[in-house]
């Protein structure tokens, strides 16, 4: 058996056995083409806030009024819906949000403020049509936790996640973004958490793949015919008997 039948058996065989994973590393990898990630991250959706500078005296006086409270490793002061916050992160444990105008605790955060600072950070005039709290790690959210999640009506079944700690925004999910983050998964062959892309599954698809490759190159010059014609010459060549 010469090597270029050899090598169409071996083509022939994995071509099939591959053909659904390279289709999905196509599809996927067209769809990463065309998607703006912009949009994917909802980033066209923030609101643009002007920056508020806290004045010194300001923040001085706020971070008096809560100098009894347990220490922290670093102090973060600045604004959360115009108000001069502090945010104390210890070495050990969950970081705590202070309200420095009345000196009061603010984390964590209830579900109606975690509401009106995602509604604050939503382009327009949307407001929010569902608050949960969301307490382990899932694949459309890996970030700070506990969170709220507060969804909007917006045509794209939009989500923002707020951290109960930070008050912050950590997250912008949407169909487009569960879209990709799908065929990501579909890409890197990790169909549980969409991340890894170091699995064994997805490093023996990809040398099986590479040896489809190989046997294709291999058998190329068969398929143009290119074999057939170098035959006929060399027949033609041979100086009869």
Do not use: C
């Amino acid at each position: 058996m010469n090597a270029a039948r050899i090598s169409s058996t071996i083509h022939k065989w994995l071509a099939l056995l591959m053909a659904i994973q390279i289709l999905f590393w196509f599809v996927s990898g067209l769809f990463f083409a065309i998607a703006p990630i912009e949009q994917v991250r909802s980033e066209h959706m923030k609101a643009a806030t002007p920056s508020a500078p806290i004045p010194i005296a300001v923040a001085a006086a706020g971070l008096q009024r809560i100098s009894s409270a347990a220490p922290g490793e670093r102090i973060e002061v600045r604004t959360m819906l115009g108000r001069p916050v502090a945010l104390v992160s210890p070495m050990s444990g969950r970081p705590r949000l202070y309200d420095l105008t009345e000196g009061r605790q603010i984390s964590p955060v209830p579900a109606a403020l975690a509401a009106q600072i995602a509604e604050a950070d939503h382009v327009g005039e949307q407001r929010a049509v569902r608050v949960r709290l969301v307490t382990e790690e899932s694949p459309e959210y890996r970030a700070a936790l506990p969170a709220w999640r507060i969804d909007f009506d917006d045509g794209a079944n939009r989500a923002l996640y707020v951290s109960q700690d930070t008050g912050m925004v950590t997250a912008r999910r949407s169909t487009l973004w569960r879209v990709f983050d799908f065929l990501w998964g579909l890409h890197i062959m990790d169909f549980r958490n969409h991340e890894d892309f170091n699995t064994p599954l997805l490093i023996g698809a990809t040398a099986l793949a590479l040896v489809v490759i190989v046997t294709g190159i291999v058998l190329l010059p068969s398929r143009l015919g290119f074999s057939g014609w170098l035959r006929r010459r060399r027949k033609v060549s041979r100086p009869e008997a």
